[in-house]
T-cell receptor, first 112, second 110 residues
Framework: DTGVSQNPRHKITKRGQNVTFRCDPISEHNRLYWYRQTLGQGPEFLTY????????KSRLLSDRFSAERPKGSFSTLEIQRTEQGDSAMYLC??????????FGSGTRLTVV | DAKTTQPPSMDCAEGRAANLPCNHSTISGNEYVYWYRQIHSQGPQYIIH???NNETNEMASLIITEDRKSSTLILPHATLRDTAVYYCIVPAYNNNDMRFGAGTRLTVKP
């Protein structure tokens, strides 16, 4: 078990470009979560999958954001037409039950 | 989620016990208390959780008051590597996400 893997670790993009992040959860975990964290703040919930179904989305997840989890395995988070305000650490977590999350190391996005 | 209140920062001497408090006065009877920590530049790490009994694992102990309105996370022998932000979270029953607040920044000093 290699834990939750996120790629890339860092991404620098120009404003207006699209970016996609990948999360590979722990294989037996059916729950997968995406969070966003800005400097000095705690992680903010974005969205939740149970298997391949996206069951919950935060109001933070604007229409420029889309997440998928095909076949209930890895997940991708895409941001279209990036803005400087999207600069943050994007964290993925997986779990078997409510609360016992294992987080990845995150993808740090910088929009210039 | 039940609202939690934590001090913004605390210091602890290396080798001493670190006692991190959390108030959650609006907690409901079936809601658990979870503790996570986040070391700089890493994702949060699960530490421990409990409902009403005290809990202990290899990382920490969790003491929950009898009325369940507050809890204390205890790191029995703090080391420099325990310097981190510690989050106390009480997710609503059957809620599918953990809501992190600002947490307590613990600094362990030599």
């Amino acid at each position: 078990d290699t834990g939750v893997s996120q790629n890339p670790r860092h991404k620098i993009t120009k404003r207006g470009q699209n970016v996609t992040f990948r999360c590979d959860p722990i294989s037996e975990h059916n729950r997968l979560y995406w969070y966003r964290q800005t400097l000095g703040q705690g992680p903010e919930f974005l969205t939740y999958f149970q298997n391949e179904a996206q069951l919950e989305k935060s109001r933070l997840l604007s229409d420029r954001f889309s997440a998928e989890r095909p076949k209930g395995s890895f997940s991708t988070l895409e941001i279209q037409r990036t803005e400087q305000g999207d600069s943050a650490m994007y964290l993925c977590a997986s779990s078997l039950f409510q609360g016992g999350y294992t987080f990845g190391s995150g993808t740090r996005l910088t929009v210039v | 989620d039940a609202k939690t209140t934590q001090p913004p920062s605390m210091d602890c001497a290396e080798g001493r016990a670190a006692n991190l408090p959390c108030n959650h006065s609006t907690i409901s009877g079936n809601e658990y208390v979870y503790w996570y920590r986040q070391i700089h530049s890493q994702g949060p790490q699960y530490i421990i959780h409990g409902l009403k009994n005290n809990e202990t694992n290899e990382m920490a102990s969790l003491i929950i008051t009898e009325d369940r309105k507050s809890s204390t996370l205890i790191l029995p022998h703090a080391t420099l590597r325990d310097t981190a932000v510690y989050y106390c979270i009480v997710p609503a029953y059957n809620n599918n996400d953990m809501r992190f607040g600002a947490g307590t920044r613990l600094t362990v000093k030599p």
